[in-house]
């Protein structure tokens, strides 16, 4: 009789790749200890630190260019209210991060990732093309809000041919345009004399899109879209009732209109 031939045995790819030292793949594997989720928490923590902390820049090179940095800069001036009682307006980033060391960075998400049928997750980097006869150039802006919870806040878009560039500029443009936000209680069902929202009702329009900020009561939180929210929340602000008009799908505008709402309390202060 015949003996059936055995089939042959397949070569795994473990048994042919080998290191200079002759170990297999698989006993290089069996060395590595898996990492235990006890290290992995404090990973996660710095990386929400490290995006939500605005970066510090190193000022001890820092040259002054304006009065007011120069000011800043000799000691004279050591409050930022200062500056908006005289109602200047800021030219130097560098002055906001002496005065205010402090500030946590969010991103307004006016971008959208692409999707099927036009639909996508919101996400913080807006992209755009232009047309050349070298073909297309794409730019990409961001929106950035920065504020330390303590009644100061600022709004920056920045705009640029790669990312982080655009987030700089968003950066510097948000601390350029910081501002001092009153707070309150205004709210008819709150007899407490906390700064916890805001002292009467306001609104901001841009484009098509209108918002109005209503006082509400303490414990009521922010009702009021996301993106808004983070504008509200670096300002201070813990509770508030809102109303909004038009293309609020538009966060490039509602944002700006939100800010532009806050403006309108400075009036009365």
């Known amino acids: 009789m015949t003996k059936k031939k055995e089939p042959e ?6 048994d042919v790749i080998k290191t200079e030292d002759g170990k297999h793949v698989d006993d290089i594997y069996a060395e590595i200890e898996p990492i235990k989720e006890e290290e992995i928490e404090p990973i996660k923590e710095e990386a929400l630190v490290e995006e939500k902390t605005v970066p510090k820049e190193d000022i001890s090179g820092w040259v002054p260019k304006t009065k007011i940095g120069k000011e800043v800069k000799k000691g004279e001036i050591k409050n930022i209210d200062e500056i908006f009682d005289k109602n200047i307006h800021l030219l130097e980033s560098d002055v906001v991060d002496i005065l205010l060391p402090n500030l946590e960075i969010e991103f307004i998400n006016i971008g959208q990732a692409k999707g099927k049928f036009g639909g996508g997750k919101r996400r913080p980097w807006r992209q755009t093309q232009k047309k050349t006869a070298e073909g297309n150039v794409p730019t990409f802006s961001c929106m950035v809000v920065v504020g330390d919870k303590s009644g100061h806040v600022g709004l920056g878009f920045g705009k640029a041919k790669e990312t982080v560039p655009a987030k700089q500029k968003a950066i510097r443009n ?12 205004g ?3 709150c007899t407490c004399n906390e700064l916890h929202s805001i002292p009467f009702k306001t609104s901001g329009k841009v484009g098509s899109v209108k918002i109005e900020l209503i006082p509400a009561p303490k414990g009521t939180g922010l009702v009021i879209d ?3 929210r983070k504008i509200l929340k670096l300002a201070g602000i813990k509770d508030i009732y809102s109303r909004s008009y038009g293309q609020t799908r538009t966060k490039l505008n509602f944002a700006k209109a939100c800010v532009e709402a806050l403006k309108k309390l400075n009036k009365f202060i």
């Open 9 to 14: 045995k397949e070569e795994k790819i473990s």
């Open 174 to 185: 948000a601390k350029i345009n910081i501002m001092r936000v009153k707070r309150g209680c």
């Open 187 to 189: 709210s008819f069902d």
């Open 226 to 228: 996301g993106e808004c």
